[in-house]
């Protein structure tokens, strides 16, 4: 993958397009927002199509038989056309839900349901004392809690990849852990505090050799590489609009269509039946099936907005920009002894997420300094404490890049990362010591 900065001409009319990036903060500081990782800031084109939507064509899809409703449904359709474009999909495989969290716990709670379904392929999904379900360490809580609260309503065993010291997913062991009582592997395609790119193919076929399904957390990946779920392999994906420059409420779950067929619902309500008696209901075809009730359409639409948006300007050059300011970022901090990076410290499949940690001062305190300079950083565990206690830390502040990011940006990052030092009486040339510690 290539790492060259978009042109200053280009970079200056995206940042147009996002006028928070344009405001002030902490005594008329210029914001320099680093924390794409837990939200994206949205172009005034996806707001747009919102308001579009709102302010012309609002009503419930698929309900009424006025104009407003064959519109609104017509809006909603093709908003969920161009998600399935997005990740090289059909459209019947693209289920609307909240969240990337929703979507994860949707499928997680399929394998539970089937225990008193009788739809065609429920077996599928049968889980019970005796099986297995395989995650890896470096899971956010989302691609994690849900598949222990699994194994406790079936009876079945949690296990899990390990990390190495490196920050790279640990496969020593895969064959011994993937056996034909794996029923399922969960894991992330790009780790949200580590930056790891996962070897998700390779996963995915050993997994597919026992007979396991495949579920893809791709909230950290869907924003900055293409995505493609036939040459991925997988068989569920995930990932949230927030994330890739579209509004909050709205993710995306796609599944492969058979496996979506035999899946029993989430949620039940108005809208995901097919008919419905005093005594029972039958269900309505997937992708109706998991969008019980009034769906979130405005949302929809603004979360195809942002894809068409990335796609016009391109995600391999996307990519090529995050990967060059990575760069910079790594560099920086490589010229740091006193900080320690979390995760590779190449650009050798790896993303924008660059988690660090500065001995002897805490994550917080980092972030309050970087906030003062106006530099908004996450800090905290970021939804993976297994994983920072793996690491031997109980926090780590992280930097994560989107496409309006800047060199100098990171410039003003450095500078106000430089403060530490002296305020809390570092020795700078005294190396970080990497050994592993326990917080427990």
């Not at 038989?65 to 161009?82: M, N, V």
């Not at 406790?152 to 997913?169: I, K, N, Q, S």
Request: proline share 5%; hydrophobic share 45%; aromatic share 6%.
């Amino acid at each position: 993958m290539s790492a060259d900065l978009l042109a200053e001409e280009e970079l200056a009319a995206i940042r147009g397009q996002f006028p928070i990036l344009a405001r002030t903060v902490r005594d008329a500081r210029a914001l320099d927002y680093l924390d794409s990782g837990a939200t994206s800031h949205k172009p005034l084109l996806v707001l747009d199509a919102e308001r579009e939507f709102l302010t012309t064509a609002n009503s419930a899809p698929h309900r009424g038989a006025h104009a407003l409703s064959e519109e609104a449904t017509e809006a909603y359709e093709d908003a969920r056309a161009t998600v399935a474009r997005f990740i090289g999909a059909d459209d019947d495989e693209i289920v609307f839900t909240k969240n990337a969290t929703e979507a994860l716990n949707l499928v997680a709670y399929a394998f539970s349901n089937s225990a008193w379904s009788d739809l065609p392929g429920h077996e599928r999904f049968l889980l019970g004392p005796g099986d297995e379900v395989l995650v890896t360490e470096m899971e956010h809580h989302a691609n994690l809690v849900p598949w222990q609260e699994l194994c406790r309503r079936t009876g079945a065993t949690l296990r899990w990849l390990g990390v190495t010291d490196e920050g790279r997913l640990d496969l020593s062991d895969l064959d011994e852990l993937l056996t034909e009582r794996t029923k399922v592997v969960a894991l992330t395609h790009v780790s949200n505090v580590l930056g790891t790119v996962n070897p998700v193919r390779e996963v995915a076929d050993a997994a597919h050799a026992v007979g396991a399904l495949v579920v893809v957390d791709a909230c950290q990946s869907a924003p900055h590489l293409r995505l493609d779920v036939g040459t991925l392999g997988a068989d569920f994906l995930a990932f949230s609009g927030h994330k890739v420059y579209g509004p909050s409420g709205i993710g995306v779950l796609w599944g492969r269509r058979e496996l979506l067929a035999g899946m029993p619902p989430f949620i039940t309500g108005g809208s995901m039946i097919e008919t419905v008696h005093m005594e029972r209901s039958t269900y309505a075809p997937p992708p109706t099936r998991f969008e019980a009730g009034v769906p979130m359409t405005s949302q929809a639409v603004g979360l195809a907005a942002a894809l068409r948006w990335v796609d016009d300007i391109g995600l391999d050059r996307i990519a090529s920009h995050e990967q060059a300011l990575t760069r910079l970022v790594l560099d920086g901090l490589a010229a740091r002894p006193w900080v320690r990076v979390l995760g590779p410290t190449d650009l050798v499949h790896r993303g924008a997420a660059i988690a660090f940690d500065v001995e002897g001062v805490h994550a917080h305190d980092v972030g309050q300094i970087l906030d003062d300079s106006g530099v908004a950083v996450r800090v905290g565990h970021h939804c993976a404490w297994p994983l920072h206690r793996r690491l031997g830390v109980t926090a780590s502040a992280r930097v994560s890049l989107a496409v309006y990011n800047t060199p100098a940006e990171i410039e003003t990052f450095f500078a106000a990362l430089d403060r530490i030092p002296t305020i809390f009486g570092l020795d700078v040339d005294t190396p970080h010591p990497t050994s592993e510690k326990d917080d427990a």
